[in-house]
């Protein structure tokens, strides 16, 4: 199992997205090392992308982390209860992330049932790991890291990638159209929506 190095963060966010699926989320919050394998995820395109956080430019005390180089955590609390994790993408002058939708609790039970269903959202991934706005701007290339990513060798076949709209992004115009929700076709973990 090997981190995955900071620079792999630098290259097209999209490109990197379908990367991240099936890749090792380690999560260090609650005082021993958990692990989920990434199911899905949505890109997200900065400064020209009416859905980020950054379009236009925008610049606020809660997407500073955006700001950060690429590999950096960059979280949110969106209703006033939710966290989500994000990955920031490429460089400070293009404050781009991708959002992790869902993960698979490693290693998965034997045999399943809808009560493993813990991380099959946003919000609730980061409620069951308890990632919080304390793990916002975390170095995700390095070990020592409460959170950080690794490539175990597991892969997902180009043919099992599905490519959909973003949710809940219909404020956004063309933009909520744009096919950046990527995810392992048919893993029981992908969000319903």
Not at 150 to 179: H, L, M, N, T
Request: glycine share 8%; proline share 6%.
């Amino acid at each position: 199992m090997s981190i995955i190095p900071q620079d792999f963060y630098f290259e097209d966010t999209a490109s990197v997205a379908k990367s991240l699926l099936g890749k090792t989320l380690h999560i260090k919050t609650t005082g021993k090392e958990q692990l989920a394998r990434i199911v899905e995820v949505e890109a997200y395109l900065g400064i020209k992308d009416p859905a980020c956080h950054t379009f236009g430019g925008r610049q606020t005390p809660r997407v500073k982390s955006m700001y950060l180089s690429g590999g950096h955590s960059y979280v949110y609390l969106i209703y006033g209860m939710y966290n989500c994790l994000n990955i920031v993408t490429r460089t400070e002058e293009h404050p781009e992330a991708i959002l992790i939708r869902a993960v698979e609790p490693l290693p998965l039970a034997a045999t399943f049932n809808k009560s493993m269903l813990v991380s099959n959202g946003p919000g609730k991934l980061c409620r069951h790991y308890g990632i919080t706005k304390e793990h916002d701007g975390v170095a995700l290339w390095r070990k020592n890291s409460p959170l950080y990513l690794s490539d175990d060798g597991f892969k997902v076949p180009k043919s099992q990638i599905a490519a959909k709209p973003r949710v809940g992004v219909d404020y956004a115009g063309e933009a909520a159209q744009w096919p950046l929700r990527f995810y392992i076709a048919d893993n029981k973990f992908v969000s319903k929506k």
